[in-house]
């Protein structure tokens, strides 16, 4: 059974930092591409970062230069630096995996970004 832990959200001034992880198990972690999906308050989810099982990694325009998404398989464990935090990046935070025909979703980390 897939199962992804996120973690490391919480409330942060505009400006600040956040470093995000997800715990993965279940399945071969380094076989797969693994994301980072976000959902505002009464928005659609929105991806956000996605990184390749070679570490390639993919970001949403809104967060070029600003957030990094990193592996780490020998943990099993993807992560989400995020730098330079606007208040439009409030959202709930999941990561993902599309694993066998379906995807799998963890509970989610909340990001709030206020002064």
């Known amino acids: 059974e897939v199962q992804l832990q996120a973690s490391g959200g919480g409330l942060v001034q505009p400006g600040g930092s956040l470093r995000l992880s997800c715990a993965a198990s279940?399945?071969?972690?380094?076989?797969?591409?693994m994301s980072w999906v976000r959902q505002a308050p009464g928005k659609q989810r929105e991806l956000v970062a996605r990184?390749?099982?070679?570490?390639?990694?993919d970001y949403v325009d809104s967060v070029k230069g600003r957030f990094t998404i990193s592996r780490n398989n020998a943990k099993n464990t993807m992560y989400l630096q995020m730098n330079g935090l606007v208040p439009e990046d409030t959202a709930v935070y999941y990561c993902?995996?599309?694993?066998?025909?379906?995807?799998?979703w963890g509970q989610g980390t909340k990001v709030t970004v206020s002064s």
């Open positions: 990184i390749f099982a070679n570490g390639t990694p």
């Open positions: 993902n995996v599309f694993h066998r025909g379906r995807d799998s």
């Open positions: 279940g399945f071969t972690f380094g076989s797969y591409a």
